[in-house]
């Protein structure tokens, strides 16, 4: 069965950075797109980020760009997340998915998306 655990979640101030990472086991994971949402209380899911399966291309939601960065290892089946200049609205709980496809020309839907984690908390203080 495949898992996913994300990690590198924290309490940060205002302007500060965090990076997160996600492990997955029991995957080829170089023949899996992967993603980044995140769930602030009393809303819904949104999609932030995703890389392909390769590499080759990313997305970010309008919100993140400019200031997030996706990337992925593949001989360590590990996704990263890096956040610079974070802001208090990007206080949420943060999961990381994979979709079985090389697809990632835009924003991630939730439906797209086989496997998740249990998610990792990002509060951000003013």
């Known amino acids: 069965q495949v898992q996913l655990a994300e990690s590198g979640g924290g309490s940060v101030q205002s302007g500060g950075s965090l990076r997160l990472s996600c492990e997955v086991f029991r995957v080829t994971f170089r023949r899996y797109s992967m993603g980044w949402f995140r769930q602030a209380p009393g809303k819904e899911r949104e999609g932030v980020s995703c890389i392909s399966a390769s590499g080759s291309s990313t997305y970010y939601a309008d919100s993140v760009k400019g200031r997030f960065t996706i990337s992925r290892d593949n001989h360590k089946n590990t996704l990263y997340l890096q956040m610079n200049s974070l802001k208090p609205e990007d206080t949420a709980m943060y999961y990381c998915?994979?979709?079985?496809?090389?697809?990632?020309?835009?924003?991630?839907?939730?439906?797209?998306?086989?496997?998740w984690g249990q998610g990792t908390q990002v509060t951000v203080s003013s």
């Open positions: 998915a994979a979709h079985f496809s090389d697809y990632c020309n835009g924003l991630p839907r939730l439906a797209d998306f086989n496997y």
